[in-house]
């Protein structure tokens, strides 16, 4: 016969092996919530930060990354913030060392001074600072509002110089991406890809995968999906819709009224994706979105 002391023994040892395995299970969960995560801002809610290029007449306001509240919730994204410069404006002269950096012209016209030269820009440009680049931005009868996008590039990465491009997103073709299953209802702008692409406007980055304006039909939809080793931001030029950013305990995606000018980060593995307004009357939303590398990942 088996003792009672042996029966209590077994029970006890059952009941912490259920207690370890609900223990794991939970820490396992917090764990996939806490890495599968997003973060949410608006344009006209941000607070000005002091930085490189800030000065009387420019104005630093992160988004994410450096100068927000929850910069380590960010992984490859160094910075993604608004750059405004007042009339008769003018930034510091500014080298972000091994960071390439992104600019995306939101409003406004001025100009760029940038290896020695000077380039106008004007709304919807785009272009690419490489590494270890000085470079500052100065207005005369117009304001300028810029987003800034900075991702550090590992050291193991060899960096090449590229040829420098102002780029109008507004001379850059609109296409469907059905054979990725975006469907007939959006349509992109490949702005920006890595050296290594080959349906992009410009092939010059190295942590940043793409670049790319949507716009949507009325109930048009960006299908939720999950970048595995990728993190991305949305920022809203114009319309509105419901974004698709994380989803419920029970799986369902869960969506947050969007508009224009608001920013999501998307960690990577977090379902993200976008329905647009089915109100005819207004604008058609159209987003401003960067997808790029998590550090010592590869993009899937």
């Known amino acids: 016969m088996i003792s009672v002391s042996k029966l209590v023994h077994a029970e006890f040892t059952g009941l912490m092996v259920k207690t370890c395995t609900l223990a794991c299970l939970l820490t396992w969960c917090a764990n996939l919530a806490q890495a599968q995560h997003y973060l949410q801002r608006t344009k006209n809610m941000l607070t000005e930060v002091k930085a490189e290029a800030s000065t009387e007449t420019a104005s630093y306001k992160p988004f994410f990354g450096i100068g927000d509240k929850d910069v380590k919730k960010v992984k490859g994204v160094k910075r993604f913030a608004l750059l405004s410069l007042t009339t008769n404006g003018k930034s510091e002269r500014v080298d972000y060392g091994r960071e390439e950096i992104v600019y995306y012209v939101l409003e406004g016209s001025g100009k760029l001074s940038f290896d020695g030269k000077n380039f106008s820009i004007s709304k919807d440009d785009f272009f690419y600072i490489p590494t270890y680049t000085a470079h500052s931005f100065a207005t ?34 609109f296409q469907t991406l059905e054979q990725l299953n975006h469907g007939v209802t959006s349509r992109f702008k490949l702005l920006m890809g890595t050296t290594e692409s080959n349906r992009d406007r410009l092939a ?17 939809t960006n299908v939720p999906h999950r970048h595995p080793n990728e993190e991305e931001i949305y920022y809203v030029l114009q319309g509105e819709g419901d974004m698709v950013a994380g989803e419920s305990h029970t799986g369902d995606p869960v969506r947050h009224p969007a508009r224009e000018g608001d920013a999501f980060f998307i960690s990577r593995s977090c379902l993200v994706g976008f329905y647009s307004s089915k109100n005819k009357d207004k604008p058609r939303a159209r987003i401003l979105a960067i997808r790029s590398k998590v550090p010592d990942e590869t993009s899937e």
């Open 140 to 173: 005369t009868q117009d304001k300028l509002d810029l987003l800034i996008m900075g991702y550090t590039i590992p050291e193991k990465t060899i960096i090449e110089k590229t040829d420098f491009e102002i780029v109008s997103a507004q001379q850059v073709e």
């Open 204 to 220: 010059v980055a190295y942590q940043v995968n793409s670049l790319f304006v949507i716009e949507f039909d009325p109930d048009g």
